[in-house]
Nanobody
Framework: QVQLVESGGGLVQPGGSLRVSCVAS????????MGWYRQAPGMQRELVAS???????NYADSVKGRFTISRDNAENTVYLQMTTLKPEDTAVYYC?????????????????WGQGTQVTVSS
């Protein structure tokens, strides 16, 4: 099977920076798009940023110019560098990846989610 594990969340003051990471592990053949989503209390989960296997990126308007998504394909890892954080960035951040994987002699392509990491922006 495949697992995504996030790390790096925490409490930061407004204007501060934080980096979250997500590592994929398991019977992975290749990873297509990877992305970060977030969900604030009482709100729907929303896309924050995504990155293709070739490195093309896409950002939500609310984070453009402040957040940077990157990935290390050799380490099956995706990062989200967050700067100039605002209280409205407070949410649980989830990693998502579209992964080609195998079990026994069968190959599958599926979307996987991490367990989420809390980011709180507050003074």
């Amino acid at each position: 099977q495949v697992q995504l594990v996030e790390s790096g969340g925490g409490l930061v003051q407004p204007g501060g920076s934080l980096r979250v990471s997500c590592v994929a592990s398991g019977s992975i053949l290749s990873i297509n798009d990877m992305g970060w989503y977030r969900q604030a209390p009482g709100m729907q989960r929303e896309l924050v940023a995504s990155i293709t296997s070739g490195g093309s990126t896409n950002y939500a308007d609310s984070v453009k110019g402040r957040f940077t998504i990157s990935r290390d394909n050799a380490e099956n890892t995706v990062y989200l560098q967050m700067t100039t954080l605002k209280p409205e960035d407070t949410a649980v951040y989830y990693c998502n990846a579209n992964i080609k994987w195998m079990r026994r002699f069968s190959r599958f392509t599926s979307d996987f989610w991490g367990q989420g990491t809390q980011v709180t922006v507050s003074s």
